[in-house]
C-alpha cells in the first residue's frame, strides 16, 4: 500500500530525495517512518513524522542532514537527504503506523511498509 521512489547512485556529499506515497489510505493518524538496511546489517530507524502536527525525530545518524516531511497534496511524505556519505548506502524503506502524534522507532510498531529503494554513495 506504499509506494516508494527515487533513490539511485550519488557521489560522497550529494543529494537524494525519497518519496513514499499511499494511494489507498490516507496518512492521517499516522506516522510515517524511514528506515534503512545495509548490507550485511540489521535495520534501522532513520527518521519520523506524525503526519497530524509535523512533528519529527531523527536518528543520530543522520540528524541535520536528512529532512522528513508531508506532502499532503500529494499524500506523500519524503525525506531529503543532503552530504551523503558511503556510510549512507542502504535499501531505505517507509513504513506507516497509526500512532497518532507519537513518534515511533520501533520497528514492530509498523503495519505498512513500501518496498525499499536502493541508495548507493560512491564515488
Known amino acids: 500500500e506504499l509506494v516508494q521512489s527515487g533513490g539511485g547512485l550519488v557521489n560522497p556529499g550529494g543529494s537524494l530525495r525519497l518519496s513514499c506515497a499511499t494511494s489507498?489510505?490516507?496518512?492521517?493518524?499516522?506516522?510515517v517512518g524511514w528506515f534503512r538496511q545495509a548490507p550485511g546489517k540489521e535495520r534501522e530507524f532513520v527518521a519520523v513524522?506524525?503526519?497530524?502536527?509535523?512533528?519529527?525525530e531523527y536518528s543520530a545518524a543522520v540528524k541535520g542532514r536528512f529532512t522528513i516531511s508531508g506532502d499532503s497534496p500529494n499524500n506523500s511524505v519524503h525525506l531529503q537527504m543532503h552530504n551523503l556519505q558511503p556510510e549512507d548506502t542502504a535499501v531505505y524503506y517507509c513504513?506507516?503506523?497509526?500512532?497518532?502524534?507519537?513518534?515511533?522507532?520501533?520497528?514492530?510498531?509498523?503495519?505498512?511498509w513500501g518496498q525499499g529503494t536502493q541508495v548507493t554513495v560512491s564515488s
Open positions: 513504513a506507516a503506523a497509526e500512532t497518532g502524534a507519537r513518534l515511533p522507532r520501533a520497528m514492530s510498531t509498523y503495519r505498512y
Open positions: 489507498s489510505r490516507t496518512f492521517s493518524r499516522h506516522a
Open positions: 513524522i506524525a503526519w497530524s502536527g509535523g512533528l519529527t
